[in-house]
C-alpha cells in the first residue's frame, strides 16, 4: 500500500472516529514531513505498554490527532504489523509540571479494528474512561497548594512569583476573572493574575470582590501554605505599587 494511500486511510478513519465519540472532537493530521511536530508528539504518548512497544521498533511516520474541546488529546497511528487497523493512545497534556505525573498511572493505548464505529464503543468504554480518570489526577496533582473553589466560594491563592492563582467551580466566576484580566491555563484549568504590576493586582482583587459577590459567590485570598487571608478580595491588604520584576522558576 503506497504512502498517500496509507495517509488518506489514517486520516479518513480519524474524522469517522472522532465524529463517534462522546462530546465534541475534532481531528488533525500530521504527516511524514511534520518531523518537529511528529517527535514532540512522540515525546507526549501516554503509553508504556503497546503502543509504546510499537514506537520502540517503528519511531512516528504519520499520526491523526483527535482533540477534546477541553484540551484532551488522543493520537491515531499505524500499526506496522500484518493485522488492519490502528493503534490509539492518550497525549499527555504539556502544560503540567513532571510531579504532577507521579504515581498516576498511565492510561495504556489499545488497538482498534478496522471499522472507526465499533472502535468509538471501545474507545469510549476503555481508553476515554482510564484517560479521564488520569487527566482528572493530574490535573488535580497541579493544583499543588490551591485549594480547589466551591460554587459559591472562590479561593485565590497568592503563588510564590507573585501571581494569583484560582480554580474556580462556576462558569459566572470564571466569566468575572476573565473579564479582570485572569488568564485559563486550557490544561489544567487554574486561572492566573500576573504580578508584574502590583498596584493594577490590587485594583483586581477589589474590583471583583463587589462583582462575585453580586452574583452569591463568596471569596477568600490564602497563601500556599493555608494562611487565610481576609475573606473578601475587596479587604486586600495594600501592596506597594509598581512593576516587579518575575522570579525565574525552574523545574
Given at each position: 500500500m503506497d504512502d498517500h494511500h496509507t495517509s488518506e486511510r489514517l486520516a479518513s478513519y480519524a474524522d469517522v472516529l472522532a465524529g463517534e465519540l462522546p462530546d465534541s472532537w475534532t481531528s488533525s493530521h500530521l504527516p511524514a514531513d511534520a518531523k518537529d511536530d511528529l517527535a514532540e508528539l512522540a515525546d507526549?504518548?501516554?503509553?508504556?505498554?503497546?503502543?509504546?512497544?510499537?514506537?520502540?521498533?517503528?519511531?512516528?511516520?504519520?499520526?491523526?490527532?483527535?482533540?477534546?474541546?477541553?484540551?484532551?488529546?488522543?493520537?491515531?497511528?499505524?500499526?506496522?504489523?500484518?493485522?488492519?487497523?490502528?493503534?490509539?493512545?492518550?497525549?499527555?497534556?504539556?502544560?503540567?509540571?513532571?510531579?504532577?505525573?507521579?504515581?498516576?498511572?498511565?492510561?495504556?493505548?489499545?488497538?482498534?479494528a478496522d471499522d472507526p464505529f465499533l472502535s468509538a464503543e471501545q474507545v469510549t468504554g476503555d481508553l476515554l474512561a482510564r484517560y479521564d480518570a488520569a487527566l482528572a489526577q493530574v490535573r488535580h496533582n497541579a493544583l499543588g497548594g490551591i485549594q480547589p473553589s466551591q460554587p459559591d466560594r472562590v479561593v485565590l491563592t497568592w503563588q510564590p512569583d507573585g501571581s494569583i492563582a484560582t480554580a474556580p467551580a462556576d462558569d459566572r466566576a470564571s466569566a468575572v476573572l476573565m473579564a479582570h484580566g485572569f488568564v485559563q491555563d486550557p490544561q489544567s484549568g487554574i486561572y492566573r493574575l500576573g504580578g508584574d504590576d502590583t498596584q493594577a493586582q490590587a485594583r483586581v482583587l477589589c474590583e471583583i470582590g463587589p462583582r462575585l459577590d453580586a452574583l452569591g459567590i463568596g471569596t477568600a485570598l490564602q497563601h500556599p501554605a493555608g494562611r487565610t487571608a481576609p475573606t473578601t478580595a475587596a479587604s486586600v491588604p495594600h501592596v506597594p505599587a509598581g512593576p516587579r520584576t518575575p522570579t525565574t522558576r525552574s523545574r
Amino acid at each position: 500500500m503506497d504512502d498517500h494511500h496509507t495517509s488518506e486511510r489514517l486520516a479518513s478513519y480519524a474524522d469517522v472516529l472522532a465524529g463517534e465519540l462522546p462530546d465534541s472532537w475534532t481531528s488533525s493530521h500530521l504527516p511524514a514531513d511534520a518531523k518537529d511536530d511528529l517527535a514532540e508528539l512522540a515525546d507526549r504518548i501516554w503509553d508504556l505498554d503497546l503502543v509504546a512497544a510499537s514506537l520502540a521498533e517503528h519511531p512516528l511516520q504519520q499520526a491523526a490527532i483527535l482533540s477534546r474541546q477541553d484540551g484532551a488529546q488522543l493520537v491515531l497511528l499505524d500499526r506496522n504489523d500484518e493485522r488492519d487497523g490502528f493503534l490509539i493512545a492518550a497525549v499527555a497534556p504539556h502544560a503540567l509540571p513532571d510531579e504532577a505525573f507521579r504515581g498516576v498511572p498511565e492510561p495504556n493505548g489499545i488497538a482498534l479494528a478496522d471499522d472507526p464505529f465499533l472502535s468509538a464503543e471501545q474507545v469510549t468504554g476503555d481508553l476515554l474512561a482510564r484517560y479521564d480518570a488520569a487527566l482528572a489526577q493530574v490535573r488535580h496533582n497541579a493544583l499543588g497548594g490551591i485549594q480547589p473553589s466551591q460554587p459559591d466560594r472562590v479561593v485565590l491563592t497568592w503563588q510564590p512569583d507573585g501571581s494569583i492563582a484560582t480554580a474556580p467551580a462556576d462558569d459566572r466566576a470564571s466569566a468575572v476573572l476573565m473579564a479582570h484580566g485572569f488568564v485559563q491555563d486550557p490544561q489544567s484549568g487554574i486561572y492566573r493574575l500576573g504580578g508584574d504590576d502590583t498596584q493594577a493586582q490590587a485594583r483586581v482583587l477589589c474590583e471583583i470582590g463587589p462583582r462575585l459577590d453580586a452574583l452569591g459567590i463568596g471569596t477568600a485570598l490564602q497563601h500556599p501554605a493555608g494562611r487565610t487571608a481576609p475573606t473578601t478580595a475587596a479587604s486586600v491588604p495594600h501592596v506597594p505599587a509598581g512593576p516587579r520584576t518575575p522570579t525565574t522558576r525552574s523545574r
